[in-house]
């Protein structure tokens, strides 16, 4: 407890200074923080103008030590709480810890849209920057899988120049991949936006009237054909290129081999049944085509051109019956086909020997996407 005492002049007509004596007393009781007391010590016979006076001083000080009590925390306590949290990750060892770099934003894939059929083009949004893109494909109904990257939208997905399979369904999903390498989430959970892949279409085909004009034509055993298809039978060009061939009404197609080519460029020495030997590609082997029916050979890879004229070269079998399809009468400017026997030249560049005839045959359509 402190005690203050001061002199103060009341009045006139009491001139003599009275006392007065405050009591700072600070008293913690439950919690409970005690006012400042003052009190005076009694004087005989006080006047009114001294008691009133008496008043108006213990007043005034009680006014300012409540001013200091609402001051002095208002002013000390946010710069205690300020120098305090500005050193705690001092105290705590926390300045070394880094800021783990921001989310990415997640993009968007807007469409995937077949543009052929290998090939699907996928545009997207993204409202951030990134380094890369990165699409995870699944193939439908095997659920297969495969990644990808690419920089900017839009993009071709060709399967990384292999193509993808004509008319198919393709699921895709996309992350962003920033420059430190940090991917952010997938756009979802699972593949989920349908892209699918254009079929087929017929490039050859036999016309309905050489359809009905074709007939059987039985024993073909060891020969070797080449069939030259012109362009202006060709209305389509593709990568991916697959063969309908039609045997006899009467007896099973046995073939050793079928390969296709574009013929060399013309030049002495040349003949039309040759083929590039850069670009003599083997179709399929061994193969067997039901009497009175027409086989779908599986598609293969082949950059068929319909601006160039085609080489269809078929290996029949030594050792098996061969009975197929032909059409007659074909105008020399739209096919051509060339015959040897015995003879198994189909996998040779250049062929010598062989007899053109303006017929077609077995093969009734070819398709490419």
């Known amino acids: 407890m402190t005690t203050i005492s001061r002199q103060v002049p009341w009045s006139q007509s009491d001139p003599e200074p009275a006392k007065i004596y405050i009591k700072q007393s600070r008293v913690v009781e ?65 300045e070394h810890i880094d800021t783990p770099p921001p989310v990415p934003v997640v993009p968007v894939i807007v469409s995937a849209d077949g543009e052929s059929g290998t090939v699907i083009t996928l545009t997207w949004m993204y409202s951030g920057s990134a380094a890369d893109f990165e699409f995870e494909r699944m193939k439908l109904p095997e659920r297969t899988r495969g990644t990808f990257t690419a920089a900017t939208s839009p993009h071709h997905d060709d399967n990384n120049g292999q193509g993808l399979e004509p008319g198919t369904d393709y699921l895709y999903r996309v992350r962003a991949i920033g420059s430190d390498g940090e991917a952010s989430e997938w756009s979802s959970p699972e593949p989920n936006i349908l892209g699918t892949t254009l079929p087929f279409e017929t490039t050859f085909a036999w016309t309905p009237d050489e359809e009905a004009r074709s007939r059987d034509a039985p024993g073909l055993r060891g020969f070797c054909t080449v069939q030259r298809i012109e362009t202006t039978r060709l209305s389509k060009s593709g990568s991916r290129v697959k063969f309908t061939l039609r045997a006899s009404s009467v007896g099973n197609a046995s073939i050793a081999s079928i390969y296709i080519s ?13 083929s590039d030997s850069s670009d003599l590609t083997q179709v399929s082997s061994a193969v067997i085509v039901p009497a009175n029916s027409s086989l779908t050979l599986p598609a293969i890879k082949y950059q068929l051109d319909s601006q160039h004229p085609l080489l269809i070269a078929i290996d029949f079998s030594a050792s098996l019956p061969s009975d197929i399809k032909v059409v007659d009468n074909v105008l020399g400017t739209e096919a051509t086909t060339y015959y040897k026997v015995p003879s198994a030249e189909a996998s040779i560049p250049d062929r010598s020997g062989f007899t053109p005839v303006n017929r077609m045959f077995i093969v009734e359509r070819i398709e490419v996407a």
């Not at 009133?52 to 925390?73: D, G, K």
């Not at 574009?262 to 040759?274: A, Q, R, S, T, V």
């Open 30 to 94: 439950r919690g409970q923080l005690a006012l400042w007391n003052i009190e005076t010590k009694p004087r005989a016979q006080q006047s009114p103008a001294v008691h009133a006076s008496r008043n108006r001083l213990r007043s005034t000080v009680m006014t300012e030590w409540l001013t200091l009590l609402l001051l002095v925390p208002a002013v000390v306590v946010p710069v205690v709480l300020l120098v305090g949290f500005a050193g705690c990750d001092r105290v705590f060892g926390l």
């Open 262 to 274: 574009k013929p060399p460029d013309p030049g002495p020495g040349i003949d039309l049944y040759d």
